[in-house]
């Protein structure tokens, strides 16, 4: 599967696995796993730091672009009480709207650098041919490595 494919079904919150939508409960509760293909979502312990890291980043950024424009628009009297607010709120509101889509686009880019296990729970019928080739060349060169 290409990597486009599975970060752009992960940009919408979507499994990037089979495409299936249906992955959260409320904005901030996920499945355990896909209903459609069986993809445990969480695969390691502390696989969610990665989407932690997306949504500080997107954060970070929002306010910083926040913070630039406000002053560099206002200047040379920018009004530090609203922009610091907007900068404030938009620290606030910017992790909870961004939590989800930051979720399920770490499962695509986690499954984009280490591809589906058998240990995954995916039906066999969702194993991507290309991930099960890249697979078996990981395993034949890490038992080349033990001989
Ligand atoms: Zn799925």
Known sequence: MPTETLLRRGARRRCPVCGEGKLFRSWVRMVPECPQCGLVFDRLPGHWLGSWFLNI?????????????????????????????????????????FFPISRTLWCAIDLAMRPLDYDDGVAPGFILSEDQERLEVERSASHEDDK
């Not at 628009?73 to 910017?94: D, F, N």
């Open 57 to 97: 980043c997107l954060v970070q950024l929002v306010v910083v672009l926040i913070l630039s424009i406000g002053v560099a628009a206002t200047w040379p009297e920018p009004p530090m009480w609203i922009i610091g607010g907007a900068t404030a709120l938009s620290a606030v509101l910017v992790p909870f709207l």
